[in-house]
């Protein structure tokens, strides 16, 4: 009888200061409160979501905004640039405090981060060498031809999905690899968002878009599973800017034109 009120003492003990450990671990928000520092993770060479411009400087529509929030918070903001496929260990490891890029909230990330809401949609496109005869995205899907896209992201499942027929190809470090791909005769043709590629086009005279969007998608800013106090405040943020049409000066501004181009190329 000693024996099992000593052993239900000292569980009950343990559960209390395990439970006081749990109380006073420190939030996200809390961390970056503070130190007065908003650390976000972003894509290597993801123009324009995420990119040096010609004076150095990280820049592109996720930064654009990152930053925005964190002026209005009166925080400053630390951007840490990954690979693709680097962007989510980053955050579970604890590095960044949430992942700004243009990754879709698909099922399977969803197991290990949580979405904020939709911050802006992509079409996902196919592209091709200028003197191709391939003119629709469907011209790809054929055995033999072999087909580009980044790494671990939406763009490869959809090629994988849509495109099955053509040998997928994955490339780490962004669409700009994939592009080069391209552009040297590696692959066929590549799969990517129209934003991005209409930026490509720009600069490389040697590609094209091929008619039809592939699909339509979400896209959002991902935090970890304890960051709740985190998630609501960039949702509550969006919707803030959306409402006072600074959300849609910055896409009409990164993605739905290129205007860019001309402060940052």
Do not use: C
Request: aromatic share 8%; glycine share 6%; hydrophobic share 45%.
């Amino acid at each position: 009888m000693k024996f099992t009120k000593l052993a239900v003492a000292v569980t009950s003990s343990a559960w209390l200061a395990l439970s006081a450990t749990a109380s006073f671990a420190e939030t996200t928000m809390e961390k970056i409160v503070r130190t007065g520092q908003m650390t976000i993770a972003v894509q290597t060479q993801g123009p324009p979501v995420s990119f040096i411009n010609k004076d150095g400087e990280r820049t592109g529509l996720a930064v654009d905004l990152a930053q925005l929030m964190a002026d209005d918070m009166g925080v400053e903001l630390v951007v840490q640039d990954y690979d693709w496929k680097g962007l989510i260990p980053s955050l579970l490891s604890g590095k960044a405090d949430f992942i700004a890029a243009d990754m879709t909230p698909t099922a399977k990330r969803s197991m290990q981060v949580v979405f904020t809401e939709p911050v802006f949609y992509s079409e996902t496109i196919a592209f091709a060498s200028k003197d191709s005869s391939y003119t629709k995205w469907q011209d790809l899907n054929v055995e033999g031809l072999s087909v580009g896209a980044t790494q671990a992201s939406s763009w490869s499942d959809i090629a994988r999905t849509k495109i099955s027929n053509a040998e997928l190809k994955e490339f780490a470090g962004g669409t700009a690899q994939t592009v080069q791909a391209l552009v040297s005769g590696r692959i066929d043709g590549g799969v990517s968002d129209k934003a991005t590629i209409a930026g490509f086009m720009s600069s490389i005279d040697t590609i094209k878009m091929l008619e039809g969007e592939i699909s339509r998608e979400p896209l959002g800013f991902a935090v970890r599973p304890d960051s709740m106090h985190l998630l609501m405040a960039l949702n509550n943020y969006m919707g803030l800017i959306r409402a006072d049409e600074r959300l849609q000066e910055k896409l009409d501004y990164w993605w739905n034109s290129t205007a860019w181009e001309a402060d940052h190329k």
